[in-house]
């Protein structure tokens, strides 16, 4: 399956956009008459999406288009907050990305939950917008469904691959636990997985890796990091 990836839809600042408007033009969108005109797909997964107008959560809503919402990155950048909750009030499909390590200093899905609905809810002031349960299938069904995979992952039900992650509820961090939705996306830590399945094949058993040695992955990619992390000295105050 072929997807077409978009940066025009970050909005981050006026010159970012309009840099990569003169690059992509022509193919996603066009530019004519100073009006940007949007050719996605359902086969367009578009990052970030930081600025949309209620005009582009609907053309998004019409032609199938979907977000990677990235929000650690956007955040930390001082970007801004895409607004998530219109678009999955409209049907837009959403999951949960993370960007680079570089942009939000972390890969982790738990810290992207847990921030997702904080971003929502401050945006938009309402405290009861965001449920954790709908955060919780951003980062399943809905990351499953903006890749087109969701008939093969996402949910655990026959005929689907077996993926699927073991949380641990015994450290003092997920106690109490009222309502399991609300502990993954509040109290969960990356720590606190226990086991994980991928296609039936179990990948990480009582928090250890079963096929690969994490200290000798480490120090592998150390020492391909030489150049980088030297450079990222010159950030330090940044980063």
């Given at each position: 399956m072929e997807y077409t990836l978009i940066a025009p839809c970050y909005f981050g600042t006026e010159s970012v956009l309009n840099y990569e408007i003169k690059k992509i033009g022509g193919?996603?969108?066009?530019?004519?008459?100073?009006?940007?005109?949007?050719?996605?797909?359902?086969?367009?997964?578009a990052a970030h999406c930081i600025h949309l107008t209620d005009e582009d959560i609907d053309l998004f809503a019409k032609t199938g288009a979907k977000i990677a919402h990235c929000v650690a990155a956007n955040t930390?950048?001082?970007?801004?907050?895409?607004?998530?909750?219109?678009?999955?009030?409209?049907?837009?499909t959403v999951g949960i990305g993370t960007d680079g390590p570089s942009s939000g200093n972390t890969l982790d899905l738990f810290t992207?939950?847990?921030?997702?609905?904080?971003?929502?809810?401050?945006?938009?002031?309402n405290r009861?917008?965001?449920?954790?349960?709908?955060?919780?299938?951003m980062a399943t069904l809905?990351?499953?469904?903006?890749?087109?995979?969701?008939?093969e992952v996402?949910?655990?039900?026959?005929?689907?691959?077996a993926?699927?992650?073991?949380?641990?509820?015994?450290?003092?961090?997920?106690?109490?636990?009222?309502?399991?939705f609300s502990a993954l996306v509040y109290s969960a830590r990356a720590e606190n997985v226990s086991s994980v399945w991928v296609n039936g094949m179990q990948l990480v058993?009582?928090?250890?890796?079963?096929?690969?040695?994490?200290?000798?992955?480490?120090?592998?990619?150390?020492?391909?990091m030489g150049d980088f992390i030297a450079h990222s000295k010159n950030y330090k105050e940044y980063i």
């Open positions: 193919r996603d969108i066009d530019v004519s008459d100073g009006r940007i005109v949007f050719k996605g797909d359902e086969n367009t997964i930390k950048s001082g970007k801004g907050v895409a607004p998530i909750y219109s678009a999955l009030n409209k049907g837009v992207q939950m847990r921030m997702i609905p904080l971003a929502q809810k401050t945006k938009y002031h009861s917008i965001m449920r954790a349960a709908e955060v919780v299938n809905g990351g499953a469904k903006v890749l087109g995979i969701e008939k996402g949910t655990l039900e026959p005929g689907k691959k993926d699927m992650v073991l949380i641990e509820t015994d450290s003092v961090n997920m106690f109490p636990l009222y309502n399991p058993r009582d928090k250890q890796l079963v096929n690969m040695d994490l200290s000798a992955e480490k120090a592998a990619l150390l020492a391909q």
